[in-house]
Each structure stands twice: as structure tokens, then as C-alpha cells.
């Protein structure tokens, strides 16, 4: 019988897309917006700070520094999600399922199929006696092929600037969207997860091998229910996604 697939499109989490162009604008004269003002801090605030923590990231630059250089980078940030925003449209897709441990990785039950990682022993307690079972959410999520097509056309118009900014802020907004779902799992099975915070891996990542990707496409089947196809690289399209697995991280190994 095939694992429940829950399909969530449009989805943001904890904000709204208005949020994200509102932030843009806002730490264009204040970069020390995020500064931690609140214990437990804020949801809104803390997924923003992390929608420009990833901006920075791609870029290998911090844009909310305070000099000349920076402040033109968050003008134009502001000003391509002016003009774009709509054209991010994130969807995500997921299956939460039980898992065995398995030699290197684990086995999905109720399907004959396998993830290939020791990462993944993260989600399994060292002291369990085998062979020990978890519980784990595979999800795909992606914003869409509109920015990357974005990136393309600023690039072939001799616009270096407008496409490298807005080549990061689809890379920040899809690792937002991922962010965004795993704190809605967390919040959703609350009770299941016994308050504990969720661990995102995914294929490619130290010692897992892209080609686990084709298992997570087999059980969700993005390309139907999010519009994102495995190219036989093992690579998405649109590029602009990314999948994975989330899991309690119970190993003290």
C-alpha cells in the first residue's frame, strides 16, 4: 500500500510572501533588524533572518553589513522582489513513514525501498535494541522554474547584477521553503515528536549519493503533484528545489 504523500501548495509557513518584501525594504536602512530582541524569539523574524542568512550565503558576502557595498545589494534585493515575487511560487510534498536501521542507512517501510547514508543512523537511538525503528518525513519542496528562468534572461541582457542577486535570492528562498516545512512538521506533530526539533539531511550531502534522490521521487512523485522532474543525473528540474529527509537526531554517537 503506498505511504500517505501530502502535497501543500502554495505554502509559506510563519510568513507570507508580503513579509519577505517588507523585510527587503526594511533592512535596506536598518541591517541590525534581526538582532535577537525577543526569548523565545519570534517565528516571523527568525525565518527572515534565515531567508537573508542564505542570500549572504550564495552570495559569500554578508548583506546586512553597513558599507556602501552592501546597502546596493539590499537595494537591489528590494527591488527584484518588487518586480518578481510573484513569480516565487513554493510547493512542497511530503510523506511521513516508519523506518528500520539497516547496515548503511535505512530500509522504508512498506515499500521495498532502501537510503544508502550513515548519516541517517542520526535518526536512530544508540542504545535500541536492533533492529531499531524510527519515524522520518521525505519531502521535496521547491519555488517554482520562474526565478531561475529570471536569472537566465537578466544573464543573456548583459545584466550581471540583477542576475546574480536574484540568482541568490531563489537559491535563499528555496532553502526557506525547506525551513519553513520543517518547522510546520515540527509544529503539526508536535505532540509525536515529544517537542523535539527536526534534522534535515539531503542527498549529496557528505557520504549520501545523489542517486537516493530517485527513491524520494518514487514515493512522492513530485513531478505530479509539484511540477518538479529527476533528470537521469539524479539532478531536479526546476533547479530551484531541493529534497530530503527530516528526522530526530536521537544517536549520541
Known sequence: MPLPVITLAPFYYGITAEDLRGAAHAVIDNPHLFRP??????????????????????QKYNVLRTEPVALTIRQEIASLLDRHLSQIEPRAVYTLCEATKTEDGLAISETPFSLHSLLLHDFFSSTDNLPPTTRCFLYVVTIGPAAEQLVTAYSQKNQPLEAFVMNSIAGAATDLIAECLQKYLE???????????????????????????????????PEKNIGVALTEAFL??????????????????
Open 37 to 58: 530582541k525577543e526569548s523565545p524569539p519570534d517565528l516571523k523574524m527568525t525565518l527572515l533572518h534565515y531567508f537573508f542568512k542564505e542570500i549572504s550565503a550564495s
Open 187 to 221: 509544529e503539526k506533530y508536535h505532540a509525536e515528536l515529544k517537542g523535539n526539533s527536526l534534522q534535515r539531511y539531503s542527498p549529496g550531502y557528505q557520504d549520501w549519493h545523489l542517486r537516493d534522490q530517485a527513491v524520494i521521487f518514487k514515493i512522492l512523485n
Open 236 to 253: 531536479m528540474n526546476p533547479l530551484k528545489s531541493t529534497s530530503g529527509i527530516m528526522g530526530v537526531k536521537l544517536s549520541t554517537t
